[in-house]
């Protein structure tokens, strides 16, 4: 056996089985016409050398980083134009993931970390892109002409470590500035009672609030987008903001073994203890209220005062509401049937539940952060824990200043579940914002509204 250093490819065809389905002989046609006129002239070309090959894909090594990207870009680039002519849901695209690692090459096969990582990336690509480690960013950057997109660090399966990823895609959009708060963030690590992993970051300055989680977290991410960036930056320009990646998406563990309410509130008290939070307002969006609240009742010497957001006390299963159940078999069988899946429709429905008002690129993004953040098994694990919740109990024993605040359009959590929180939680205010959005988005209907109603009480409680 040998062992080196090696610039590694894996490539495989985006909804290779769909494809299969819709037209076998057609595709499987087409791929070997690109195999013999493209793909193998270009690793050849490029002074590559296929270890192993799939029905769908391959592993490619490479002597050079720039090889191996240079490899890439000509073959996406061509395939788009050799596809171009075909219906769309019958167009062959790849995805690419590419990295720079320690390879054992034992015989004809190769194995080793370096590979992992590689075939985590191309998981991430979008069809027709290339998804790239930091690693080789660093060594081809500035030399091809391309631009690659800072997509932030990402958990890969049975990595211990983040992996930065870099992006491209045929048409790049354009990209975003993060904000000046986001370039001051740190992310640490802390480890819950059950051992997992968590990711946690504090920013701004002014009186110390604490972040609930919510439906889908990426600490990193979220400053790149459109639909987060602004309101996170408007938080850190007026307070101290703790926030952190729930277990089973973003930075933190992915592979848990459980994820429960119980283990969410064990992991907001071990977060809270990491960042030196000794009294803080807490802050709930969405299943986030929830959250909050049960912590609010089980430990009243740590918080200050809450921040309800969108948020339900019951959850859909909990709501005795036909309306609320079917959503909830759609939605679960939506991310049972196409999470991974190359179309965004699958995960769109969640887009365009959650921010209806957006603009074609606030969606888009908002698409990106979930496909980046977690797999189709925790995304389902925690739309499961989402659905029974039940914090009606708990509501009724928070004896700390609330402010509930719900847009009266909220498609996602109906304004009534609001008006219930500010029911049960004793002396609770409740503002109803304009707008449809389930978050708060700049530029739409009630984010201004919730800066002005929201930063005044926080500076008066806490």
């Not at 270890?51 to 090889?67: C, I, N, P, Q, R």
């Not at 969405?286 to 948020?311: D, H, N, T, W």
């Amino acid at each position: 056996m040998e062992r080196r250093l090696a610039a590694i490819l894996v490539a495989d065809m985006a909804g290779y089985s769909r494809l299969m389905e819709e037209d076998d002989e057609g595709v499987l046609t087409r791929q070997k016409g690109h195999r013999k006129e493209l793909i193998d002239p270009q690793i050849a070309a490029h002074r590559g050398h296929i270890v192993k090959t799939t029905g769908d894909g391959m592993l490619v090594e490479f002597a050079s980083a720039h090889d191996a990207v240079r490899c890439a870009l000509a073959i996406q680039k061509e395939m788009a134009i050799r596809e171009a002519d075909m219906p769309e849901k019958i167009r062959i695209r790849y995805r690419i993931g590419i990295n720079i690692g320690d390879v054992v090459f034992d015989g004809a096969d190769i194995f080793g970390d370096g590979i992992n990582v590689a075939a985590r990336l191309e998981g991430l690509a979008e069809p027709g892109g290339i998804s790239i480690s930091g690693i080789v960013h660093e060594t081809v950057t500035g030399q091809l002409g391309e631009r690659f997109r800072d997509m932030g660090s990402q958990r890969v399966r049975n990595i211990s470590r983040p992996v930065r990823l870099w992006q491209w895609v045929p048409e790049a959009r354009p990209e975003r500035e993060p904000p000046e708060a986001a370039l001051q963030q740190r992310v640490k690590y802390c480890s819950s009672p059950d051992g997992t992993h968590l990711a946690y970051t504090t920013i701004g300055n002014g009186p110390p609030v604490l972040k609930a989680p919510n439906w889908i977290n990426h600490i990193e991410y979220e400053w790149q987008s459109p639909v987060w960036g602004q309101f996170l930056a408007e938080f850190a320009g007026n307070c101290s903001l703790t926030r952190f990646d729930q277990r089973g998406n973003g930075l933190s563990d992915w592979e848990v073994d459980e994820i429960s309410e119980d283990r969410m509130i064990d992991d907001m008290f071990t977060v809270a203890n990491a960042a030196g939070l000794d009294r803080f307002a807490l802050f709930g969006i969405s299943q986030g209220a929830a959250f909050s609240m049960r912590f609010a009742a089980q430990y009243p010497e740590r918080v200050k005062c809450l921040i309800l957001l969108g948020g339900y006390v019951r959850g859909r299963m909990r709501r005795k509401d036909p309306e609320a159940d079917r959503f909830y078999q759609i939605g679960y069988n939506m991310i049972r049937d196409g999470w991974g899946s190359p179309d965004s429709i699958y995960r769109h429905f969640f887009t365009t539940t959650y921010i209806p008002d957006a603009t074609a690129a606030e969606g888009e993004s908002f698409d990106e952060l979930q496909r980046l953040s977690t797999n189709t098994k925790n995304a389902l694990r925690i739309v499961e824990m989402n659905a029974e919740i039940d914090a009606a109990p708990h509501a009724e024993k928070v004896r700390v200043p609330t402010l509930v605040l719900h847009c009266g359009g909220d498609r996602a959590v109906p304004v009534s579940e609001g008006r219930l929180a500010a029911r049960l939680i004793p002396g609770a205010s409740f503002v109803e914002l304009p707008g449809n959005n389930h978050g708060m988005v700049g530029g739409h209907p009630g984010f201004q509204e919730f800066f002005d109603e929201a930063m005044p009480f926080i500076h008066r409680h806490a």
